[in-house]
């Protein structure tokens, strides 16, 4: 919790010296009880593009607080009113595969004849097709029926959305399968939007008090949401710098009187995607934290 807290305070205080008039639509809000960068709060200093803003200052905060790998800070934004509002419905099934993919598979389709698609498109036997899971009991059976189809299971404890953009680039796995964070899903979406992978889900209500919430709002429970219906624009910006180690991103270092990042850093619209290593001196930001 305290991470969490010291990662949420860092990211609001930096973000609003960003030239933009931010609304934060997906953030920590009601699923995490954070008291900052909830949903419907302003960011930004008040000038500039009126933007969407979605934010986890720590996807994987369990990860962050053990030490275990691929714990991230996200951020996203997108044009105004472009973002997919869930509904407070938490979770979704999700499936992300990268560009190669893309336009073979369904999430409507048996997770066999998906995994073996995958493989037709990346020219490589099943048995070579690596698919992320997260670790949960509500998984087994879909683990079933990925290694049923031939294919190998790479699990993760925590933070989907590394995991959806290392399946979308093919950093050591081919696709990700499993129910997640919705949330987490519309953030992935901004990055897969710059790559031209895709990631398709379903909203997945946890009991009958979310599912009627749903229904209230008008979501079609059956619909399969599609990376352009997650995020409708094609001018969004993603960026994540690695808090642990991980399959995407190196993780923090401190060396002296500095500390060393890795980011990456997606634009949609341009499809370009930039690595970025840094150097902070972590004396001269005062000015931002104190305010």
Known sequence: NRADGAAVDAMRSFMDTVRMDG??????????????????????????????VAVDPIDGTRLTALGYNNALSVFAVAEKGSMYDPSAVFYMEKMVVGPEAAEFVDLRLPVEQNVKLV??????????????????????PLVEQIRAAGARVKFIMDGDVPAAIAADRGAGVDMMLGTGGT???????????????????????TDDAEHQKALDAGHDLDRVLTTNDLVTSDNCYFAASGITDGDLLRGVRYQHHRILTESIVMRSSSGTVRMVAAEHRPEKWGRWLED
């Open 23 to 52: 609304t934060v639509v997906i953030g920590e809000g009601e699923k995490d009880e954070a008291p900052m960068l909830f949903n419907g709060e302003s960011v930004g200093d008040g000038n500039g593009p009126d933007v969407d």
């Open 183 to 205: 949330p987490e899903g519309i953030i992935a979406a901004c990055a897969v939007k710059a790559t031209g992978g895709m990631i398709q889900g379903r909203l997945a209500p």
């Open 119 to 140: 493989a037709k498109a990346l020219e490589k036997p099943v048995s070579q097709v690596t698919v992320c899971v997260l670790e949960r009991p509500r998984h087994e």
